[in-house]
């Protein structure tokens, strides 16, 4: 009787062990997600940041000048020419992507 209460204490033990380690996965999961977010988030910043002050000291772009923009994605370059008043055309081939940009 004694070794079978063992084994139940044992079992819930390990399965203790097993949801605190599964915890400290999703918690460890969520972290990492947001971490990757946040790196994303701002390298692209300070990408666009660069690229557009490069743009702006070193480009001159005709009044009337036209863009395309090939793999416009959600046409980040798009706004920014439209934005200066440069008639800008965004093309992509993924329809979600389009559909993206337009939301802008």
Not at 45 to 54: L, N
Not at 88 to 96: K, L, Q, Y
């Amino acid at each position: 009787m004694v070794a079978e209460g063992r084994k139940e204490v044992d079992y819930w033990d390990v399965v203790t062990f097993e949801t605190e380690r599964e915890e400290l996965d999703v918690r460890l999961a969520k972290w990492r997600k947001a971490a990757r977010n946040w790196l994303a988030h701002y390298t692209e910043k300070k990408t666009y940041d660069f690229i557009a002050q490069t743009l702006l000291k070193y480009v001159t772009i005709r009044e009337n000048a036209e863009i395309l923009d090939v793999g416009c994605g959600l046409g980040k370059w798009v706004n920014f020419f439209a934005e200066r008043g440069v008639k800008v055309t965004g093309v992509d081939i993924s329809p979600w992507m389009i559909r993206l940009a337009k939301k802008d």
